[in-house]
């Protein structure tokens, strides 16, 4: 059994080196065609340019190494029944299944591999190659800006917050643009769109905002603020770096640029800020429940108080005034064990008990619930108030789905490996006669299937449809199960 392992897996040897090469250099040529039009003409050494790529193959890797188990195996099975060699494998009393044992414990152990490299190797590989194309982008000539992030144009003294950049046109869309260069004022403009411009020389830079506000606030008059609607402005951004910088150190970190360590410290920041939303409005709602009880409860009181001093009016005409001078105190009285109440229940602490094991002091968040709560006024105070609850814990939840994603997408892409094994092996046993034609027909089949079901899963847990665990492995589940079926088929099948 030893030399038929070592045969089959010197076998495979080959076909996968191959097969991992001719894929990475298929999918780092498609990334040479992106991006050399943005390098070219920005006066960049050669080394750097090289860097880029470098930096680009761990992600391409990620993804070929399991397309290159599927392709082979397929080729690899393929061969040895084509020739026969799995028939008299079989003949001996040796099953399919044993036969692929040694494929599936490589796989394995590729799989393994695979996560840690995923986990330690590639975040900082794609961290290195992000900083490395933002200082690229702020040489020249384009300007390069994150959607939705707030990027620093001059440091200290102009920031763009773009909600979207076409980089292949230069514009903007829903750009918010903060400009501090002017130390006796602060400027805030909003623009529904944006076209980005440098000179000739390469070093200023232009800013043709349309359809936009300008909010002007004087440092030393704050009272002076001034706001101004525009159909058109045209700003200029002189001495742009030219240099080609690289900050490690401050650089902002996406979720595919951290460790699993560091999204789950996200996470728990989704899910704190998700139980602070519901422990505040769980105190806002009570505290304005309490509020508008003990309103009702003075008004019924004032009232009855009211009719009691008519009835008393009536009744004592003609009493000198002194029999009643106990009358106030006795209503004071009957006041004060319902003012007390009402005082004890504002002091008690909120604490909700299904919030165990969250990271805040529950107490705090129930304070800051009953402190808006002060700032209730009307019904519409309190459907904004609720609504910006909501929001925020919208907002946390789609904090944890998006690290957990990636979380769980560092162990199932890996995990795929053994799965295409299960699939390969059988699916070639069967054809023996498809050569090519089954190798390359199968593995696009199959790459394309399983990779729009980790995109589909991946955008239904970003709608809170299902969870990351079952977005990211039931891919995995579902092919898993189809290789399994395979393979007891082929198992049973004589020929």
Request: include cysteine; charged fraction near 20%.
């Amino acid at each position: 059994m030893r030399i038929l392992t070592r045969y089959l897996l010197s076998l495979h040897a080959a076909p996968f080196l191959f097969a991992v090469t001719g894929v990475t250099l298929l999918l780092l040529l498609d990334q040479v065609s992106k991006r050399f039009a943005g390098l070219i003409g920005k006066d960049l050494h050669w080394t750097v340019i090289a860097e880029v790529f470098v930096y680009s193959v761990p992600f391409i890797l990620a993804q070929t190494l399991p397309m290159a188990v599927l392709i082979t195996v397929l080729y690899a099975f393929n061969r040895l029944e084509g020739d026969f060699e799995i028939t008299a494998i079989r003949a001996s009393g040796i099953p399919l299944a044993r036969v692929m044992a040694p494929i599936l414990l490589a796989s394995v152990i590729l799989a393994g591999g695979m996560t840690w490299f995923n986990n330690t190797i590639l975040p900082e590989s794609n961290h290195h190659l992000q900083v490395l194309l933002t200082g690229i982008g702020r040489k020249k000539p384009t300007f390069y800006l994150r959607e939705r992030a707030i990027n620093e144009v001059l440091p200290s003294r102009l920031y763009v917050q773009p909600g979207t950049v076409d980089r292949e046109t230069s514009t903007l869309g829903d750009a918010v643009i903060y400009d501090e260069r002017d130390g006796q004022q602060s400027r805030t403009i909003y623009s529904d769109a944006g076209l980005m411009a440098f000179d000739q020389e390469g070093e200023d830079l232009y800013l043709d905002l349309q359809d936009g506000i300008l909010q002007e606030r004087p440092n030393t008059r704050p009272e002076g603020f001034q706001r101004i609607e525009f159909g058109r402005m045209v700003m200029r951004v002189p001495d742009v770096a030219n240099a080609l910088e690289r900050d490690t150190i401050n650089a902002f970190r996406s979720d595919r640029e951290m460790t699993i360590g560091q999204m789950t410290i996200e996470a728990r920041k989704g899910e704190d800020q998700a139980a602070r939303a519901r422990i505040e409005s769980r105190a806002y709602a009570v505290e304005i429940t309490r509020v508008l009880t003990t309103f009702r409860q003075t008004l019924e009181s004032e009232g009855a108080a009211a009719e009691g001093e008519e009835a008393a009016a009536d009744a004592n005409e003609g009493v000198p005034a002194q029999a009643n001078e106990d009358a106030p105190l006795s209503a004071n009285q009957d006041a004060s064990p319902v003012a007390s109440n009402v005082d004890a229940e504002a002091a008690r602490p909120f604490y909700d008990p299904q919030e165990k094991g969250v990271a805040i002091p529950a107490d705090s968040a129930a304070r800051a619930g009953r402190d808006a709560a002060i700032r209730f006024h009307s019904s519409v105070d309190a459907s904004n108030q609720f609504r910006a609850y909501r929001e925020r814990e919208d907002a946390g939840h789609r904090q944890i789905n998006k690290f957990k994603i990636e979380i769980h997408k560092k162990g199932s892409i890996p995990a795929a490996c053994i799965v295409f094994v299960l699939i390969g092996a059988p699916i070639a046993v069967r054809y023996p006669r498809a050569g090519v034609g089954l190798v390359v027909g199968v593995s696009l089949a199959f790459f394309t299937a399983y990779y729009i079901a980790l995109v589909g899963g991946e955008k239904l847990a970003d709608r809170r449809l299902i969870s990351p665990v079952w977005a990211m492995w039931s891919p995995n589940v579902l092919f898993g199960v189809f290789g399994l079926a395979a393979l007891w088929r082929a198992t049973r099948v004589t020929r």
